[in-house]
T-cell receptor, first 114, second 113 residues
Framework: DGGITQSPKYLFRKEGQNVTLSCEQN?????MYWYRQDPGQGLRLIYY???????QKGDIAEGYSVSREKKESFPLTVTSAQKNPTAFYLC?????????????FGQGTRLTVV | AQSVTQLGSHVSVSEGALVLLRCNYS??????LFWYVQYPNQGLQLLLK??????LVKGINGFEAEFKKSETSFHLTKPSAHMSDAAEYFC???????????FGAGTRLTVKP
């Protein structure tokens, strides 16, 4: 079955550590996105990528980094510079940006700083 | 820049009652509009979308939405609420000249027996 797989589902991080959230899709989509979800704030865009080896910052990129070395994969690293990383992180993909294509979402990763 | 405003962070209805979730958008070009549903600790699932053409859009689970350009609105409705409709609903906007999709803050729907 085609879809987007995020792992792990739950992640615990100690303060000062970097962690990487995995996002893989087998939908052959060009565009991929990372959103952060906090209660009452909806989804805020962290980074997005329209094509392999290219990505752009979203509204809240500080303290995060990404890579897009393969079309199928778009991992997100939460660095120690991110002051409040506890949140629900959602990865999405769409056929291509700048179209009427909808986004398909993974099941999310809940990150907690301990 | 595009944006979406969802009026009402919480909506409560009785089972069998009309569901109305409000969404207003801002876009300098013709928008593409979407409604998504999210169940607890899960990703988002597409309910319906408007791109061009017919302004009344039907989606899954009996939901529909009407695009009203004059009111810059895209409200979501369902004639009769079911208990299983209890979830969080997000309105989103994109367009041909934007590389991303913008979401509203969400509306949590509660359905009372």
């Amino acid at each position: 079955d085609g879809g987007i797989t995020q792992s792990p589902k739950y992640l615990f991080r100690k303060e000062g550590q970097n962690v990487t959230l995995s996002c893989e899709q087998n939908l052959n989509h060009d565009a991929m996105y990372w959103y952060r979800q906090d209660p009452g704030q909806g989804l805020r865009l962290i980074y997005y990528s329209q094509i392999v080896n290219d990505f752009q910052k979203g509204d809240i990129a500080e303290g995060y980094s990404v890579s897009r070395e393969k079309k199928e994969s778009f991992p997100l690293t939460v660095t120690s510079a991110q002051k409040n990383p506890t949140a629900f992180y959602l990865c999405a993909s769409s056929m291509e940006a700048r179209t009427n294509a909808e986004a398909f979402f993974g099941q999310g990763t809940r990150l907690t700083v301990v | 820049a595009q944006s979406v405003t969802q009026l009402g962070s919480h909506v409560s209805v009785s089972e069998g009652a009309l569901v109305l979730l409000r969404c207003n958008y801002s876009s300098s070009v013709p928008p593409y509009l979407f409604w998504y549903v999210q169940y607890p600790n899960q990703g988002l699932q597409l309910l319906l979308k408007y791109t061009t053409g017919a302004t009344l859009v039907k989606g899954i689970n009996g939901f529909e939405a009407e695009f009203k350009k004059s009111e810059t609105s895209f409200h979501l409705t369902k004639p009769s609420a079911h208990m299983s409709d209890a979830a969080e609903y997000f309105c989103a906007v994109s367009s041909w000249n934007n590389n991303d999709m913008r979401f509203g803050a969400g509306t949590r729907l509660t359905v009372k027996p």
